[in-house]
């Protein structure tokens, strides 16, 4: 009988050990578990925190601002160079947060020229700007959203269609960036008459047949907004040797009528002004801008 009460005995200890060495087992996996969710959401956490530190590195100065910053990038420029005229212009918060996303980026690629940026344009919409090239098309809505206001009120005055001022300076300036223009602001290639302040200058012509280079006097100008009034005057009132010259210009009824009539009454030698000045009116619609 003493026998058999010392194997239960063992037994009943042999399973309160099994049992104990499962409940340990147990609180072990489920330690476990709540370290790993633990590091989980730690890691998560701290990407979540640094995803939004980045956001607000790269994210824009200023979301409704979407006036134009002017940046030029010079042949040559380091990213850190780049990341200094960007800052200087107001576009991103720090030269580093600028120089650390395009050397994560590679840093390479990004071109030299003249850019037109925004302050609502992310880091990341910036940096892709500069790997495509200099945005023309952006600098020449705002070259003739510039000078709208005034051809219209131009043409109220002088007679002289707005789609026409604004072809003409675009073609005779090459859009502002010709010396004549750039320098003198003369912007539609006008000679000087008498005394009027000039300068002499290189220009082509086409002469019996052949274009030929010869040297003029041009008005110089204070300003560009000089150089229009100046030019829808010399529209409406002629040359001193003849106030007429241009009353085609002025009787024409519509742009592609004014165009041909430039040619005509003698305001340039090209024989393909007019076609020029037609195709820079359709392609930029500039014939909504007249009254």
Known sequence: MQKKT??????????????QKSRRLRRIIIVLIILFLLIIFGTN??????????????????????SYR??????????????????????????????KYALDKGGSGLQAGTY?????????????RLVKGPNTEVYRKLFIK?????????????????????AQTILESDWGTSTLASKYNNYYGIKAQGSQKSIQLETK????????????????YSNWHDSMLAHAKFIANGTETNSTQFKDVLAAGDYSAAAKA????????????ANKLITL???????????
């Open 6 to 19: 010392k194997r239960t005995g063992t037994r009943r200890k042999n399973t309160r050990s099994k049992s």
């Open 262 to 273: 430039l040619v005509k009454d003698g305001y340039a030698t090209d024989p393909d002004y």
């Open 116 to 128: 037109y940026l925004q302050r609502s344009q992310s880091i990341p919409q910036i940096y892709s």
């Open 205 to 220: 012509e086409y002469v019996n047949g052949k274009w030929v280079t010869e040297k003029d006097k041009f008005a110089v």
């Open 146 to 166: 510039k000078r709208v206001k005034y051809a219209q009120e131009l043409q109220k005055k002088y007679k002289v269609l707005a789609s026409i001022d604004l």
């Open 281 to 291: 009116i359709k392609t930029y619609k500039l014939n909504q801008y007249d009254n």
């Open 70 to 99: 002017v940046v030029v990038i010079k042949t040559g420029s380091s990213v850190q160079d780049m990341a200094k005229d960007l800052k200087k212009a107001g576009l991103v918060r720090t030269e580093l947060d600028f120089s």
């Open 45 to 66: 956490f701290y990407n979540k925190m640094q995803e939004n530190q980045l956001q607000e590195e790269y994210s824009a100065i200023d979301s409704k601002d979407n």
